[in-house]
């Protein structure tokens, strides 16, 4: 007896699966940092673009290939053609690669989080030195958020050769990260689909309170000013475009096989078109939703070191020349300052290498992205607010919730294929097979709570994979387009969504990928050649995606109704059913 | 009689003039930031707060050891200035002439600092004695850092629900193999018939994973009459 492959229990926990993947740490801390680079608002202009020619398209043709082939991405690719399946094995493997190191983010956030709980914050003061006279050197030196995030988080050694020792700290929480994830793919679809609603949702609440608090903290303008104001000459700088590009490819997740896999659990009749225009511009929308949070947080944070260092300045002033207390303010300091200069001479020239110009251009200058703004501008700015711990927990747990829901879909690639293939199914059941994967990833994982764990995960998060993702993505586009055939897939998509599509999704893309013009006809009614295949497909419209076939004209429409209500359409079993072989040797089937 | 009146009193002035200017020995310069500290509510600094501080100062060496004897007008302030800072220094009281050890009123200061910062409203910060560094206060620590009990409360929940669910799982999984053993010997005898179509038993396309098409369901007749 055949089990039925779970699905999700409604569209919606698709949709929210797909969300809580594509939007990620990336969304919070790499957007806003482009933006800043490339010309702040000016930025939006490439991004947009590369999202409608390059984004939408290739989600749908992943979501497209997921739910049609309804396997993960080695069987998928497999039905292709059976020497593309290597194509799948590769978007296992970087799955692989990144939940190795991808979880550790996860485990740093519950470190912080757990934290959190702490009156003052711990990163809010420096420790004392030894013999109680005064602060650590090293948090004197920098600032109490980077040491407690160097020091007593990472306890990072000076190089990637040190490797130190595990920091037990660390590895219980990366222990405690693979549980938490252990437990939501537990049961397959029936319990990540439960758990996408909590983590789909609450970074949003968090953000949008977020945004709340930050817009009302003082110099918070300041930032947004500086990162609105667009710098338009940047758009002719080529690595803008690029920039732009690789950012909506790596914030969709193209290429790792978590999309497939999620689509693979979809009802065939799913609109996935609908859904993929849907994803994509919520992950886009809530990256610069996320930047304008950033930006703000910014604005406060360098308005209140601009003014720190102002008074610092003002201090040293007036106890160097003994001055009355409140003559030095910020706005007579230039005039002050000159007239000390001409009145003492000397002292002054004494002072002056400790008299550093304070500027806030200086401040909001400082562009950082990855882990350094997520864990230490972040938390500085957290510590200066009022009731600082809620907000540190709640950003925390925005942290985790956005961590969690990336790696419900990488661990989703590994594991799609492994229950696929029946020789693995039979033997361990699926409980076994998860919590084998995720033993293995919590092993190799522990590399990175080592001393010098910070280094390999720079390495790994620049070079597992980027280069490799657009390789894949590109043969997947060939593949769907030349070697499985644009039309076939069209009307494979006809039949799932049950109408006509307004816009070839493969094409635009391969344009991009080869940069060659591709084949570039339109989808429009063909009535000549479709007749060859058994008859016409009419334009049906289908509310919700439901198939409401019974409009249809055709033979061929007729045997699609059957095979919609059993298990058995298409995917593996097409070439021993006999309704099928009209449907086959119409479609110039190349395989098999 | 005046000259030799006025003789003495210049002698004196020199000799505390010499005691106590900047950087002189056992002389120490102190700062205070009032406005800083009380804002709206600070106080000017005039000639009864130096005689409060002169006070302390005192009251700080007579607490210090208790065999002194040191008087007011033991402790001499020179050189104010509108930052409001100053230097002072302790002669002996025995002996107007020399200085107490730095050392000692160094000890007595940091023991009586409280008291000091309290008479004036002020804190270590805002009131410094730029010598003497001073003794920070240790956070307070609890003897089981706080991170490790949220840690134990998440983990035992995860834990509990992992075990929950896996035995969950196994629980079904065994009744779902007693059933299918139980069918399969009421199939042998013969006693139940399961209609299948096309190898799947018809229960299961009752599942949500099927749609039932109206079209073709619309009647009794799912199967093809014979």
């Known amino acids: 007896m055949e089990k039925a492959r779970p699905l999700w229990d409604n569209p919606l926990q698709f949709v929210f699966a797909c969300i809580s993947y594509a939007v990620g740490l990336g969304n919070v801390w790499r957007f806003p940092y482009l933006c800043q680079?490339?010309?702040?608002?000016?930025?939006?202009?490439?991004?947009?673009?590369?999202?409608?020619?390059?984004?939408?398209?290739?989600?749908?043709?992943?979501?497209?290939?997921?739910?049609?082939?309804?396997?993960g991405s080695i069987g998928a690719w497999k039905i292709i053609s059976p020497y593309l399946c290597g194509v799948g094995v590769a978007s296992v493997v970087v799955s692989f690669f990144l939940s190795m190191y991808y979880n550790v983010i996860n485990a740093w956030a519950f470190w912080y989080l757990f934290h959190s709980f702490?009156?003052?914050l711990p990163w809010a003061t420096c420790p004392l030195n030894s013999n109680?006279?005064?602060?650590?050197?090293?948090?004197?030196?920098?600032?109490?958020?980077?040491?407690?995030?160097?020091?007593?988080?990472?306890?990072?050694?000076p190089s990637l050769e040190t490797s130190g020792t595990v920091q037990w700290e660390q590895a219980l929480c990366l222990i405690l990260a693979w549980l938490v994830v252990y437990l939501c793919i537990l049961r397959g679809t029936a319990s990540t689909g439960k758990v996408v609603y909590v983590t789909a949702s609450l970074p949003y609440c968090v953000?949008?309170?977020?945004?709340?608090?930050?817009?009302t903290l003082h110099g918070a303008v300041n930032g947004l000013i500086y990162m609105f104001t667009p710098k338009l000459e940047q758009l002719s700088n080529p690595k803008t475009w690029i920039s732009a590009a690789t950012q909506i490819f790596f914030s969709l997740g193209l290429g790792f096989g978590s999309l497939i896999a999620f689509a693979s659990y979809n009802d065939p009749s799913n609109n996935c078109e609908r859904h993929a225009i849907i994803v994509s511009l919520i992950n886009s929308t809530t990256s610069i939703f996320a930047s304008i949070v950033t930006f703000s947080i910014y604005g406060f944070k360098a308005t209140f070191n601009y003014e720190s260092c102002i008074n610092k300045v003002i201090l040293l002033l007036m106890n160097t020349f003994d001055l009355e207390e409140g003559s030095l303010t910020a706005d007579n300091l230039s005039e002050m300052k000159d007239y000390l200069m001409a009145a003492h001479p000397q002292e002054y020239?004494?002072?002056?290498?400790?008299?550093?110009?304070?500027?806030?251009?200086?401040?909001?200058?400082?562009?950082?992205?990855?882990?350094g703004l997520a864990f230490i501008v972040y938390s500085e700015a957290i510590k200066n607010m009022e009731v600082s711990q809620l907000y540190s927990v709640l950003y925390f747990a925005m942290l985790l919730m956005l961590g969690i829901g990336s790696m419900l879909g990488n661990t989703a690639a590994i594991l799609t294929p492994l229950t696929d293939s029946k020789a693995i199914t039979s033997r361990f059941s699926k409980e076994v097979i998860s919590g084998f994967v995720c033993f293995i990833n919590c092993i190799i994982g522990l590399i990175f709570t080592m001393e010098a764990g910070n280094y390999w995960f720079d390495i790994f998060n620049d070079y597992a994979a980027t280069l490799s993702l657009l390789l894949i993505v590109l043969v997947e586009t060939i593949a769907v387009c030349y070697i499985y055939g644009l039309r076939r897939f069209e009307k494979d998509l006809q039949t799932m969504i049950g109408r006509k599509l307004n816009w070839n999704p493969s094409i635009p893309s391969v344009g991009w990928h080869t940069g060659?013009?591709?084949?570039?006809?339109?989808?429009?009614?063909?009535?000549?050649?479709?007749?060859?295949?058994?008859?016409?497909?009419?334009?049906?419209h289908t509310p919700g995606g439901t198939p409401n076939f019974h409009k249809e004209e055709t033979e061929e429409g007729k045997s699609l109704h059957c095979r919609m209500n059993t298990e058995n359409w298409i995917g593996k079993d097409l070439t021993h059913t006999t309704s099928d072989r009209a449907l086959l040797e119409a479609s110039s089937n190349h395989y098999l | 009689m005046l000259g030799v009146l006025l003789l003495a009193f210049s002698v004196v002035s020199v000799a505390s003039a010499e005691l106590c200017k900047p950087d002189a020995q056992n002389a120490f310069k102190v700062r205070l930031s009032i406005k800083t500290a009380l804002g709206d509510n600070a106080y000017a600094w005039d000639a009864n707060e130096e005689y409060l501080f002169k006070a302390m100062i005192a009251f700080t060496m007579r607490r210090y050891s208790s065999k002194s004897t040191t008087q007011i007008s033991n402790v001499l302030l020179c050189n104010v200035t509108d930052r409001v800072s100053f230097w002072f220094v302790v002669t002996d009281s025995s002996k107007n002439t020399t200085t107490v050890p730095g050392s000692e009123v160094e000890a007595a200061i940091r023991m009586n600092r409280n008291r000091i910062n309290s008479a004036f409203l002020l804190s270590d910060k805002t009131l410094q004695f730029l010598k003497i560094s001073t003794t920070l206060s240790p956070p307070v620590e609890p003897s089981t850092p706080v991170w490790l009990i949220v840690?134990?409360?998440?983990?035992?929940?995860?834990?509990?629900?992992?075990?929950?669910?896996?035995?969950?799982?196994?629980?079904?999984?065994?009744?779902?193999?007693?059933?299918?053993?139980?069918?399969?010997?009421?199939?042998?005898k013969g006693e139940v018939t399961i209609t299948i179509e096309n190898g799947i038993p018809c229960e299961t396309l009752d599942l949500k994973a099927g749609h039932v098409n109206g079209v073709f369901a619309a009647d009794d007749e799912r199967f093809t009459s014979l």
């Open chain 1, 37 to 71: 680079m490339y010309g702040g608002g000016g930025f939006l202009i490439p991004y947009i673009i590369m999202l409608i020619v390059e984004g939408m398209p290739l989600l749908y043709l992943e979501l497209a290939v997921g739910q049609r082939m309804r396997k």
């Open chain 1, 118 to 120: 702490q009156d003052p």
């Open chain 1, 132 to 157: 109680r006279t005064g602060y650590e050197e090293e948090c004197e030196k920098t600032s109490s958020t980077q040491y407690f995030w160097y020091r007593q988080t990472l306890n990072i050694s």
């Open chain 1, 207 to 215: 953000l949008i309170i977020y945004l709340i608090r930050g817009l």
């Open chain 1, 349 to 371: 020239a004494q002072l002056s290498p400790q008299l550093k110009n304070c500027s806030l251009e200086a401040e909001l200058d400082t562009a950082v992205q990855g882990t």
């Open chain 1, 516 to 540: 060659a013009a591709g084949d570039k006809r339109l989808p429009q009614l063909r009535p000549g050649s479709d007749r060859a295949a058994g008859g016409l497909i009419h334009h049906v």
């Open chain 2, 151 to 188: 840690f134990g409360v998440v983990l035992s929940l995860i834990v509990a629900g992992i075990v929950f669910l896996v035995v969950s799982g196994i629980q079904q999984r065994k009744k779902k193999n007693k059933e299918s053993t139980e069918r399969e010997n009421l199939e042998e």
